[in-house]
């Protein structure tokens, strides 16, 4: 588009309204006539008819002389968030910082024995398991998947130990119940899960959750390896910090929803 036909279906009444919605969101307590358009650069008649408007739509509340937003505009912001996937916000973040370690980023939640892949960033670096949204992995032997079985009670992992089919994917895969029992019970505590080769040979992860605004988890996210790149304990002190920053900006919106 020229900028002509930018300048020409520009509605400047409309950016100033909006720029009045954006002053009110910042000053909660509420604004006075004069404030309003001293912080908007309006004159008082300008700001009136801003404010009066906003008002008469229910997205601004009167009181006395103050002006204040009214909760309209949130359940607006509701209704636009719970239409768009949590994972279309979630995944700039991961991208970031996949491109930060130079390595693939994931997302999954728990479905019965497997965990699901809800997003996933592919790193440079060819691994040999397929990965794509959708796809399925177990959950004992997968970071991810510890993290996630970490948010059940005692009485559910259990059950879950109990029921599920645990075989021997790698050498290194642990398969006794009593040790995954116990692995996961580590997680629960340090609140990351790291599974060095029990998928595949050659494949380390390492993963943490996303929680709701109870705390209780919803889904885990995690960074994947070559274990010539990264030891266990490099991991942790080089991986982890940027995982956990990460995942509390993605949590930011569960909290929201």
């Given at each position: 588009?020229?900028d002509?036909?930018?300048?020409?279906?520009?509605?400047?009444?409309l950016?100033?309204?909006?720029?009045?919605?954006?002053?009110?969101?910042?000053?909660?307590?509420?604004l006075?006539?004069?404030?309003?358009?001293?912080?908007?650069?309006?004159?008082?008649?300008?700001?009136r008819?801003f404010?009066?408007?906003?008002?008469a739509?229910?997205?601004?509340?009167?009181?006395?002389?103050n002006?204040?937003?009214?909760?309209?505009?949130l359940?607006?912001?509701?209704?636009?968030l719970?239409?768009v996937?949590?994972?279309?916000?979630a995944?700039?973040f991961?991208?970031?910082?996949?491109a930060k370690?130079?390595e693939?980023?994931?997302?999954?939640?728990?479905?019965?024995?497997d965990?699901?892949y809800?997003?996933?960033?592919?790193g440079?670096?060819?691994?040999g398991?397929?990965?794509?949204?959708g796809a399925?992995?177990?959950?004992?032997?997968?970071?991810?998947?510890?993290?996630?079985?970490s948010?059940?009670?005692d009485?559910d992992?259990?059950?879950?130990?109990?029921?599920?089919?645990?075989?021997?994917?790698?050498p290194?895969?642990?398969?006794d119940?009593?040790k995954?029992?116990?692995?996961?019970?580590?997680?629960?505590?340090?609140?990351h899960a790291?599974v060095?080769e029990?998928?595949?040979?050659?494949?380390?992860?390492i993963?943490?959750?996303l929680?709701?605004?109870?705390?209780?988890?919803v889904?885990?996210?995690?960074?994947?390896?070559q274990?010539t790149?990264?030891t266990p304990?490099?991991?942790?002190?080089?991986?982890?910090?940027l995982?956990?920053?990460m995942?509390?900006?993605?949590?930011?919106?569960?909290?929201?929803?």
């Amino acid at each position: 588009m020229r900028d002509d036909d930018t300048a020409r279906d520009h509605v400047t009444s409309l950016e100033r309204g909006l720029s009045v919605m954006e002053i009110l969101a910042a000053n909660a307590a509420g604004l006075t006539l004069t404030e309003t358009a001293e912080k908007a650069g309006l004159t008082r008649a300008g700001a009136r008819r801003f404010l009066l408007t906003l008002v008469a739509t229910g997205y601004a509340v009167q009181s006395g002389r103050n002006f204040s937003l009214s909760p309209r505009l949130l359940t607006q912001a509701r209704i636009w968030l719970h239409g768009v996937p949590l994972w279309t916000f979630a995944e700039p973040f991961m991208k970031e910082t996949a491109a930060k370690l130079h390595e693939s980023c994931s997302a999954a939640t728990l479905s019965g024995e497997d965990m699901v892949y809800v997003a996933r960033v592919p790193g440079p670096r060819i691994i040999g398991v397929d990965l794509q949204v959708g796809a399925h992995l177990p959950a004992f032997c997968t970071a991810m998947g510890r993290v996630l079985l970490s948010g059940l009670t005692d009485a559910d992992l259990e059950g879950f130990l109990a029921r599920a089919a645990i075989v021997q994917r790698t050498p290194k895969t642990v398969t006794d119940q009593a040790k995954l029992a116990d692995i996961i019970g580590r997680v629960r505590t340090d609140g990351h899960a790291i599974v060095d080769e029990e998928l595949e040979i050659g494949l380390r992860s390492i993963a943490v959750p996303l929680r709701d605004r109870s705390g209780a988890i919803v889904a885990a996210i995690n960074i994947s390896t070559q274990s010539t790149r990264h030891t266990p304990a490099e991991m942790e002190a080089e991986i982890l910090p940027l995982l956990r920053e990460m995942a509390a900006r993605i949590s930011d919106f569960f909290v929201v929803q």
